[in-house]
């Protein structure tokens, strides 16, 4: 029997960057990273990079690697900072405890959500979770007396045993435990069984079904993870700026959300923090620079990004860097035919 050859990508080349990224190196390459930045980027920016970077994969946990387009993650972001807020504000208690508490809220606002919409597939699934996501909207903003309506709850405190954290430069080592948790356990969760089975149901639901898994089940488990670990990106949001609003439940928030993911990558996981760094960094300097029209421009500037890298930013660098390995190594199928005995 003939030696087995190099796994390879679509592109043709090995994988390089997959395996990578999995690598200790790799991962306390990304760890110094979020530990310097706001010492390089301004740090209420750097907060919203790490918030929408654990949004982003929160996403991409149900799109890439499950494969249900949702437009409803809006609904446990805002959802996550009102409860969050009302933890904090009435409760007295720190904020890591309502932070929790507000991803616990998103995780059983997703149970009848997800039991509901799980059973639909493509289209229909975005669909159904927008329609969902905007009754969430409507009502936070009929319930004037507890969210705030259109002014929003303001003035959350952001205290820790005592200790004042508004400057954001403290808060953001405060927070950053978080997106870091958060972000081990959607890296953990993809890498695992329960990951496997998650990517072949995106890849063929019939044949997860006829292996004796419960698709429907194992769907409405993503989403509800998924939406956890995007209340857990709102609460710390809402903390972090000390205020939650109606903008924060809006249907727009998840889509800016899907277009991290498909900016950086679609499946890659590590994409959705790149696509939240370019967007709000992006964003950030068009504000500064005068722009009022901010979303026209990145929307143009998302449009020709995609054209141009159609696996996303993390995506086409790893088949690019897949592609020069296999040039170097052009002879390695000869040889190994060569040697096969006959």
Request: proline share 5%.
């Given at each position: 029997?003939?030696?087995?050859?190099?796994?390879?990508?679509?592109?043709?080349?090995?994988?390089?960057?997959?395996?990578?990224?999995?690598?200790?190196?790799?991962?306390?390459?990304?760890?110094?990273?979020?530990?310097?930045?706001?010492?390089?980027?301004?740090?209420?920016?750097?907060?919203?990079?790490?918030?929408?970077?654990?949004?982003?994969?929160?996403?991409?946990?149900?799109?890439?690697?499950?494969?249900?387009?949702?437009?409803?993650?809006?609904?446990?972001?805002?959802?996550?900072?009102?409860?969050?807020?009302?933890?904090?504000?009435?409760?007295?208690?720190?904020?890591?405890?309502?932070?929790?508490?507000?991803?616990?809220?998103?995780?059983?606002?997703?149970?009848?959500?997800?039991?509901?919409?799980?059973?639909?597939?493509?289209?229909?699934?975005?669909?159904?979770?927008?329609?969902?996501?905007?009754?969430?909207?409507?009502?936070?903003?009929?319930?004037?007396?507890?969210?705030?309506?259109?002014?929003?709850?303001?003035?959350?405190?952001?205290?820790?045993?005592?200790?004042?954290?508004?400057?954001?430069?403290?808060?953001?080592?405060?927070?950053?435990?978080f997106v870091l948790a958060?972000?081990?356990?959607?890296?953990?969760?993809?890498?695992?069984?329960?990951?496997?089975?998650?990517?072949?149901?995106?890849?063929?639901?019939?044949?997860?079904?006829?292996?004796?898994?419960?698709?429907?089940?194992?769907?409405?488990?993503?989403?509800?993870?998924?939406?956890?670990?995007?209340?857990l990106a709102g609460g710390?949001?809402?903390?972090?700026?000390?205020?939650?609003?109606?903008?924060?439940?809006?249907?727009?928030?998840?889509?800016?959300?899907?277009?991290?993911?498909?900016?950086?990558?679609?499946?890659?996981?590590?994409?959705?923090?790149?696509?939240?760094?370019?967007?709000?960094?992006?964003?950030?300097?068009?504000?500064?620079?005068?722009?009022?029209e901010t979303g026209i421009?990145?929307?143009?500037?998302?449009?020709?990004?995609?054209?141009?890298?159609?696996?996303?930013?993390?995506?086409?660098?790893?088949?690019?860097?897949?592609?020069?390995?296999?040039?170097?190594?052009?002879?390695?199928?000869?040889?190994?035919?060569?040697?096969?005995?006959?």
């Amino acid at each position: 029997m003939a030696p087995r050859r190099p796994v390879r990508t679509r592109g043709g080349g090995p994988v390089i960057l997959s395996k990578l990224a999995g690598r200790p190196v790799l991962l306390a390459v990304g760890l110094v990273a979020a530990l310097a930045l706001p010492w390089f980027v301004y740090p209420p920016v750097a907060l919203d990079i790490a918030c929408w970077a654990l949004f982003a994969v929160a996403v991409d946990l149900l799109l890439g690697f499950t494969g249900l387009l949702s437009f409803g993650h809006a609904a446990f972001w805002g959802g996550s900072a009102y409860a969050t807020g009302l933890i904090a504000l009435h409760s007295g208690l720190p904020f890591p405890v309502a932070i929790l508490g507000g991803a616990a809220f998103a995780a059983l606002l997703a149970l009848p959500i997800g039991f509901l919409s799980v059973r639909l597939r493509g289209i229909y699934f975005a669909m159904v979770t927008l329609a969902f996501a905007q009754m969430v909207y409507f009502v936070a903003n009929q319930w004037r007396d507890v969210t705030g309506g259109e002014n929003g709850l303001q003035g959350i405190p952001r205290e820790l045993f005592g200790l004042d954290l508004s400057d954001p430069f403290y808060f953001y080592y405060a927070g950053i435990p978080f997106v870091l948790a958060g972000l081990f356990v959607a890296w953990r969760i993809v890498r695992s069984p329960f990951g496997c089975v998650l990517m072949s149901i995106r890849d063929n639901p019939a044949r997860a079904r006829a292996l004796g898994y419960s698709v429907d089940r194992f769907k409405l488990l993503a989403f509800v993870l998924s939406a956890a670990l995007s209340g857990l990106a709102g609460g710390l949001f809402a903390i972090g700026h000390g205020f939650a609003s109606l903008q924060g439940v809006y249907w727009t928030t998840s889509g800016e959300a899907v277009m991290m993911v498909v900016l950086g990558g679609i499946g890659t996981l590590w994409g959705g923090v790149i696509g939240a760094a370019l967007i709000v960094e992006l964003n950030d300097y068009l504000a500064t620079a005068g722009f009022q029209e901010t979303g026209i421009i990145t929307g143009g500037i998302f449009i020709l990004v995609v054209l141009l890298f159609r696996r996303g930013v993390w995506g086409t660098a790893r088949d690019l860097l897949a592609g020069r390995t296999a040039r170097r190594r052009p002879a390695e199928p000869a040889r190994e035919k060569a040697e096969t005995p006959a």
